[in-house]
């Protein structure tokens, strides 16, 4: 898919990446309709849509009113009836005006109808914290919807994936969660050239022997700029897992059976959220690899406060992942 | 949707308070002319057949063999046959907890739709599904639905897909009166008169949500003048008289088959029977029921056929239509239970 | 508060529980009120609410249309203004139609005003899968509401928890999601004498050397069947969480810290469930306690089946739980 | 809500094509009559303080002291200062994102609310909320909100608790005109016409929901046909002019306090700046600003105090308005930042 076209010097920035893949699949597939609110004419609240009303037109790029849960529903809808919608829900903080769409309805449709019907269908959005939105604007979510059975989660990290894992998306036959990071589209990032990875496979970002990380998302970048600033040289493997549906815990317990140490690293709040799945799996399957506690490093049980002294105090950031790298080696 | 009566007490012997009556029902005879004949033995058949499997449910829910929550729409027989006659192959619905008619008169076949109540393998949704989400993608039936109001938005975004297409299509999204207060009515309306697609939301009156009746318990306007309000066509018809369902929506969806966006219909109908199997109606009065009962919609079509001497067939119709849900539940009854090994299949695609 | 006069010779059944709480607490404080679809008149789906209409009234008793969000939001700007609204959501699977008023407004609203404001709310739901209601009807969703700050979650599984937590949510001055479970609703349970334990209190329910189940709501009863039944005579310590949110962990870790062994047993869905949680706790405080992994055992990751066999292969029943402890044990 | 300006590329250089227009501005003065004249101060005084605060925000938000989405709402002075002089102390009202105007004029302090934009201890929600969840219980004002539509239920639910009390108290809800599509709207709007509560819908229709200019847009009916479609009063008002504004509101606040149930009122007005603070608004023409800013609600009042010979007093309070803004600002950012360590408070009560 990295054709020499598109490897150039300069890797694209991410929000660019995420932009070229809904073009390039919609000049694919005539069947790529895009909704969602201000997406149209406005080219989106970030801009990621920008352009694609005035090449492809108001029939497949669609503005919408204010009523997600309607848009969603559309969504759905359009989806049984050959369409390949990309519906925007603007931040996944709205997920709670439009979840019966998402959840009951196109989650489970495939399957309550004994495989009768398609519902290829991507719930666009983005999550990404750290920047005062205030409550209501910097939650993630994504282990609310990887938890429901019948949706895909996809979080990429950097350009590659964002333009990979929005492909994958919009090509697969069944619902897809994609949730960008904001703090990420302006961001250029090396490994433009990787081949793409499918969904459902982790990437080990960097090599090491004496702890294993897992992360995703924005988490990436910020446990990598921990372990390039921390002392006294500890050999930390990086994984980004790049989709929690499918989840790959292979690539994982591998890594975990090198190491024998663990920490997981979630920008969503700890308590119930996704990094107990992780934890999880290592402790069902490789206790006896380890030598030492699995630990979960997440956001506080807070709501995310807008002030950015409590924010920072809330939310994971490269230096608590230090920390907590620390601490798991130090066990 | 209901009690689960096996193991908690059921609501059937509350002691509900006297609540205001519904309104009248209408009782003519359908208005049928000579040449009709033929069209309206038709219909009568499809009622006949949604009757039929109905009164099959009700008794096969007593007997066990029907596991989970059933709502049948015996009295409504009329909304889902006229309003299927006015579709053709490719036009999609979508339709709710109370969707056997919809689905029978769209052209689903009894013994899959049984044996899918039944929990069946060879059921519409291989048992998967169950009465609340019959589907049959083939014939444009997208869905049964648990949730009030979620077919809604489904049949504005199908009516986009057809317009897409371009070949014609429409969609109809049957809904009860009860779901104009939830905001996937609104979103859903408001889409479709944004977009200006083809799809027909057809409202069957029944006059009760659950044990709550629609009229005088939520104020706010008639059926019509909301959905009038949003600025599309929005009629009112006697849903127990099948030709006048008919003609109504053949006209609302010729209009939308020619590019003029989205319409309304109220269908003033009764539900017969309780909100689901096992429901004792506490919180209604008898003897509206029997007046309902005058209004029937197969007795109408009786009625109208009677004076065109065509009862005998009519009483043909009865009797293959008997004989057809006896052997689909038969058929259904004897077919296999899914494989539980199977169980994860279908999640993703 | 089991006062002379309620500790007959017959426990309550749970509903009857509910149903005097709901009385009892509406008896004590004219501000509390409830409000749903059919709870006024009709009794309620599954009858909770009957009499309460008759006794207090219709302002106080207040059906509503199908329209949960708006009931929901209304409930919370009761709540600030002085009410202390019981909302009811018939299904917990409906709480996709009306998520935002609990996790966007309630959930947030003290934190967000820095304690300006109160909003003592109860969200009243049940839940209870394995009688083929369907996909859309039989899904257990604590571990979404659990995720969310703000959130107290409550899962009584017996007569006298159904009463003591239904008070405690009421008498709360923050929001609380207080799961019923249907198939309960019938039932008379033992230790109707028992005394109160507050929210954020485990119980053990049966005592044990070999091995702790942790566990709530229908599945504690699961649980002890699948005990009863068992050969060998292992000897099984069986927690009820009774609240999700606040978490006992201390219970659970003392326990484990005596049996070295571990399942974590729940009805909800186990891909990135709420036994995620628990798991992480104990393989994060307690590891070295442990002589073997600790294990979930929740439903498949599928929709709810309709069909029986489906549904009973979907979901954990005694028999399954019965096997996982077999498996912890023998590991 | 808007860009993130610091790491992605904002939408201000969005090269987004013309749109329809918006309607032309009224332009007459306040209508005040000469008796009215200390009351126009006090309303002028207010939509002063108002803008003061608005053009501080616009300042510091470009200083970087205010750490989210920030939007203002100058322009829209008139709405919030008609609206709330016809509140008293115990009504409740609910805001939007844009919600600055309602909470000054309800009576909220210049200085913590400043605080609070800049995430101060001393703000009104101890730095926890920021601009779009401004909020103060003890005057009644239950909180902007991050959520399209979100706070139209919740005000609902403040009328029925403020019925249930007994003291005659109304609710408020303050929303823009894009919000009527939502799920929300409809199903608060519902539920207050089922339980006739004391609520009034105060819409702002500034004609843009972010990007979007909102007429022509969605088609449908006009935003009063929309709300009297439910069964209550609904009126339209120059937003603009201060005293239309709050005689409107005041015989619609009247009937709801005399147990008369819900109304809705449209308040035209008009968003001078961007949809958020940075955003270059390409979406619009800059000649409709210039059209617009000759019925600045401010200027309109100026125009009714100059026949009455006050506008030295007018200029007075201007100064005065700047004077409070400046040294709240001042103030504001002489205030300590909350403790970290008190992150975790008030997560439970
Ligand atoms: C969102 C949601 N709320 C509540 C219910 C429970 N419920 C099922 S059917 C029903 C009444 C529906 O009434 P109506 O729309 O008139 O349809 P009818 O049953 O009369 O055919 C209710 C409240 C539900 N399934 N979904
Ligand atoms: C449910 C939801 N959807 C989308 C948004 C993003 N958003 C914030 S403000 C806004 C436009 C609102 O327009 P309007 O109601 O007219 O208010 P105005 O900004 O003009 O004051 C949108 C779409 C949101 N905050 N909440
Ligand atoms: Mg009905
Ligand atoms: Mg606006």
Redesign the interface.
């Known amino acids: 898919m990295p054709d020499p076209s598109t490897a150039e010097a300069a890797p694209p920035?991410y929000?660019e990446a995420l932009n070229r893949a809904l073009t390039d699949a919609m000049e694919a597939d005539g069947a790529v309709?895009l909704m969602g609110?201000?997406i149209g004419?406005?080219?989106?609240?970030?801009?990621v849509t920008?352009g694609l009303?005035?090449r492809f037109g108001a029939?497949r790029v669609?503005?919408?009113?204010?009523?997600?849960?309607?848009?969603?529903?559309?969504?759905?809808?359009?989806?049984?009836?050959?369409?390949r919608?990309v519906a925007e829900i603007m931040y996944v903080?709205?997920?709670?005006?439009c979840?019966?769409?998402?959840?009951?309805?196109a989650?489970?449709?495939?399957?309550?109808?004994?495989?009768?019907?398609?519902?290829?269908i991507v719930f666009r959005t983005q999550s990404?914290a750290g920047?005062?939105?205030?409550?209501?604007?910097s939650q993630s979510l994504e282990?609310?919807l990887?938890?429901?059975?019948?949706l895909?989660v996809y979080c990429p990290a950097d350009g590659r994936d964002a333009y990979d894992l929005t492909r994958a998306a919009i090509d697969?036959?069944?619902p897809v969660c994609l949730i960008e990071n904001?703090?990420?589209?302006?961001?250029r990032h090396p490994g433009w050239e990787r081949d793409p990875l499918p969904p459902g496979k982790a990437r080990v970002v960097r090599d090491g022997d004496d702890v294993t990380v897992v992360t995703w998302g924005r988490m990436v970048h910020e446990t990598l700029d921990a372990v390039a600033a921390m002392e006294g040289g500890a050999s930390v493997e990086v994984i980004d897992l790049r989709t929690?549906?499918p989840l790959d815990v292979e690539t994982v317990r591998a890594s975990v059976a090198r190491t024998g140490r663990c920490l997981v690293v979630h920008e969503?709040?700890e308590?119930?959220?996704?990094?107990?799945?992780i934890?999880?799996q290592?402790?069902?399957?490789a206790?006896?690899d380890?030598d030492?506690?699995?630990?979960?490093y997440g956001a506080?049980?807070?709501?995310v406060?807008?002030?950015?002294?409590?924010e920072?105090?809330?939310l994971p950031g490269s230096d608590g992942i230090a920390a907590a790298i620390t601490a798991v080696l130090e066990h | 949707m209901g009690a689960d009566s096996s193991e908690g007490p059921a609501v059937a012997d509350a002691g509900a308070p006297s609540r205001p009556g519904v309104v009248d029902p209408p009782g003519a005879p359908v208005h049928a002319r000579p040449g009709d004949l033929e069209r309206l033995l038709g219909r009568y058949g499809t009622m006949a057949r949604i009757r039929a499997f109905e009164e099959a449910v009700g008794r096969r829910f007593r007997d066990g063999d029907i596991h989970g929550f059933v709502h049948t729409s015996i009295g409504q027989e009329a909304a889902a046959t006229g309003a299927c006659a006015a579709l053709r192959d490719g036009d999609y619905l979508t339709t709710t907890h109370r969707g056997h008619g919809h689905c029978l008169a769209k052209g689903a076949d009894a013994t899959a739709m049984m044996a899918e109540l039944f929990g069946r393998e060879t059921g519409t949704c291989r048992g998967r599904g169950g009465s609340m989400h019959l589907a049959q993608a083939d014939l444009g039936i997208l869905g049964a639905n648990g949730i009030v109001g979620a077919g809604i938005p489904i049949a504005v975004g199908a009516a986009l897909a057809a317009r897409s297409a371009g070949a014609g299509a429409v969609a109809v999204a049957f809904f009860g009166e009860g779901a104009v207060h939830s905001g996937a009515f609104h979103e859903g309306i408001g889409l479709s008169v944004a977009w200006q697609v083809p799809v027909i939301f057809a409202c069957e009156n029944n006059h009760y949500a659950e044990f709550t009746p629609s009229e005088g318990s939520w104020n706010g306007p008639s059926l019509v003048d909301r959905a009038a309000s949003y600025g599309m066509t929005a009629i009112s018809v006697d849903g127990n008289d099948v030709f006048a369902v008919e003609d109504a929506m053949s006209e609302l969806v010729a209009a939308a088959r020619a590019g003029e966006g989205p319409a309304f219909v109220e269908l003033r109908t009764y539900r017969m029977g309780g909100h689901y199997e096992g429901d004792a109606t506490p919180y209604r009065a008898d003897d509206e029921v029997e007046r309902w009962r005058s209004a029937d919609p197969l007795a109408r079509a009786r009625a109208a056929l009677e004076p065109l001497g065509a009862l005998d067939r009519a009483d043909a119709l009865d009797a293959a239509a008997a004989a057809e849900i006896e052997a689909a539940v038969d058929e259904a009854l004897a077919a296999p239970y899914p494989d539980p090994a199977s169980v994860l299949e279908n999640i993703r695609a």
């Open positions: 920035r929000i309709t609110v201000d004419a406005g080219g989106g609240a970030y801009g920008r009303y005035e029939g669609l503005d919408t009113p204010i009523a997600e849960a309607g848009v969603l529903g559309a969504a759905v809808g359009a989806a049984m009836a050959g369409l919608p903080d709205f997920i709670t005006v979840l019966d769409p998402i959840v009951n309805q989650a489970k449709l495939r399957y309550m109808t004994g495989g009768g019907v398609r519902v290829p990404g920047r005062s939105g205030g409550a209501q604007h282990g609310l990887a938890h429901i059975p019948g895909d697969a036959d069944h904001r703090r990420l589209y302006g961001k929690l549906v969503a709040v308590q119930f959220g996704p990094g107990g799945e934890v999880a290592i402790a069902e399957h206790l006896f380890l030492g506690p699995v630990r979960r506080l049980a807070s709501p406060p807008y002030s950015p002294g409590l920072a105090a809330m």
